[in-house]
């Protein structure tokens, strides 16, 4: 048995990855800590972010989320992994998602240091300006608002 990863494929979901803590952290930026993540959705060209937040969003608020997104992948920010003790992590301001266990030991996935740092094993792009750019629009909600 021989197996093979697809470079595109692969690269695509490094930058669907990548892009969903960008959102996160354009969130916080924008709306505070208390908008918490409830999942997500990645595939090639496509990520949807679902979190809590008590009401809707303006259209300039979106407008403000995309932007701070968008600056983020223009600078060229970059992407590092890190395997470190979950003490040291959370030490660091590590997101940890989910109300999940975590092992002894984590992989941190940071984006220009602390602008964005999070626990996570997902694939990621070596920096941000590979994604491309970040856009909400109906047909590709990459937000999704739901109850607190």
Request: charged share 30%; hydrophobic share 40%; aromatic share 6%.
């Given at each position: 048995m021989r197996a093979a990863v697809d470079r595109e494929r692969r690269h695509a979901a490094e930058q669907a990855h990548t892009g969903t803590h960008i959102v996160h952290a354009a969130l916080h930026q924008i709306l505070g800590p208390e908008a918490t993540q409830r999942g997500s959705f990645n595939k090639a060209g496509y990520l949807r972010f679902d979190f809590a937040w008590g009401e809707g969003l303006s259209?300039?608020?979106?407008?403000?989320?995309?932007?701070?997104?968008?600056i983020a992948i223009?600078?060229?920010?970059r992407v590092d992994t890190k395997v470190m003790g979950l003490a040291e992590?959370?030490?660091?301001?590590?997101?940890?998602?989910?109300?999940?266990?975590y092992g002894s030991e984590v992989r941190v996935v940071e984006i220009d240091g602390a602008w964005s740092r999070e626990l996570c094993g997902g694939t990621h792009v070596a920096n941000t300006s590979l994604i491309g750019a970040c856009r909400c629009s109906a047909s590709n909600p990459w937000v999704?608002?739901?109850a607190a």
């Open positions: 259209a300039a608020t979106k407008s403000e989320i995309e932007e701070v997104s968008n223009r600078n060229n920010f992590a959370k030490a660091l301001g590590a997101m940890a998602l989910f109300g999940e266990n999704r608002e739901t």
